[in-house]
């Protein structure tokens, strides 16, 4: 196919501005590189904190959107597994070194050389999208593009924090019922775990939800479960969710933070802490994470619950994320 010399995209030019609907050079792929013409782009809770200026060093201006579902129409020089027509999923981490010791050991996505896509790299808010062909994913068939959006970034982040609870978790705990969470007590279900979902006091819809998909308890944050708790997942940007997750954690228990960016986390007694708990964020993900993520997902299944809307209503998506007016998450579609 012809590729236009321009196309539409959505460019944040400085935080705590709207996105503004433009027309910006096509990019062009370098080496290793792919160019994709973008179906479906997953709107994020990071892509908030970015425009909201809680991430301070994004390149701009820049195109957000890190969950990119696309197919291939070009590619630049060098080998590798994808062709022209491939659909292809890319996710947030974008590049990294392949050398330094985190690399080296696995853990790419501690690397502080590390590109991150729709954030120091231009994303997918837009018409098309290069992408380093190495790290971007195959998809399951079973999913279509707006469907398998989410599990770029809410699927690939919430599996990372899920998997960091440990195994040996029989009752878990979720605080913040959006779209990581919605995808991942999906999976903790599956896996014969007893879920217990945390949302903003008061927000019922949120609840009956996630009764739906299967939890054994739904309620407010500001309220002790029935059981306590094996490990709590604390994906809302909320620091104040620490100590109040630690309080309903059995001795031994995990609280791990999923997100990039989260408030303060007031001071709290010891006690808390005490009779070995731990506490532990989640940086980025792995490529490692996000082959078993896409393997489990057809295989459970996970349904993603969506919201679409068009190139032109990103800022309308972002206003109802940031309102909490969302069941699962918003998604880009082109048409």
């Not at 096509?26 to 013409?37: A, F, H, N, V």
């Not at 590049?95 to 330094?100: E, I, L």
């Not at 408030?263 to 506490?279: G, H, K, T």
């Amino acid at each position: 196919m012809s590729i236009p010399a321009t196309m539409r995209a959505m460019v944040l030019d400085a935080p705590h501005t709207p996105l503004r609907l433009r027309d910006v050079p096509t990019p062009r792929p370098g080496p290793g590189q792919l160019l994709i013409r973008v179906h479906a782009c997953g709107v994020c809770r990071t892509d908030l904190h970015i425009v909201d200026g809680e991430l301070t060093q994004p390149k701009l201006p820049l195109i957000l959107g890190h969950e990119i579902v696309g197919s291939v129409v070009a590619a630049g020089p060098g080998g590798g597994p994808f062709r022209s027509g491939d659909r292809v999923g890319v996710p947030w981490l974008g590049t990294t070194c392949g050398s330094c010791r985190y690399c080296r050991k696995g853990a790419e996505n501690l690397c502080a050389a590390a590109g991150f896509t729709g954030y120091t790299l231009d994303g997918g808010f837009a018409e098309y999208a290069v992408a380093d062909r190495s790290y971007c994913f195959a998809l399951p068939p079973a999913y279509r593009d707006a469907e398998a959006a989410p599990l770029l970034c809410a699927g690939l982040i919430g599996y990372r924090t899920y998997r960091l609870a440990g195994d040996a978790v029989e009752h878990l705990g979720i605080y913040g019922f959006g779209a990581a969470a919605h995808i991942i007590a999906q999976i903790a279900v599956h896996q014969g775990k007893q879920v217990y979902a945390f949302t903003r006091p008061g927000d019922h819809a949120a609840q009956a939800f996630a009764r739906r998909l299967g939890v054994a308890w739904a309620g407010d944050s500001t309220v002790a479960p029935p059981q306590p708790l094996d490990a709590a997942l604390i994906f809302a940007p909320v620091g104040a969710l620490v100590p109040a997750a630690l309080q309903v954690t059995a001795r031994g228990g995990s609280v791990v933070c999923g997100g990039i960016h989260m408030s303060d986390i007031p001071a709290f007694p010891y006690e808390l802490l005490w009779e070995e708990r731990l506490v532990r964020s989640v940086a980025n993900l792995t490529r490692r994470d996000g082959e078993e993520l896409l393997a489990l997902a057809p295989r459970v299944p996970v349904c993603t619950a969506i919201e679409t809307f068009v190139l032109e209503q990103a800022n309308q998506a972002l206003a109802r994320l940031r309102a909490g007016e969302l069941q699962g998450a918003a998604v880009l579609v082109m048409p």
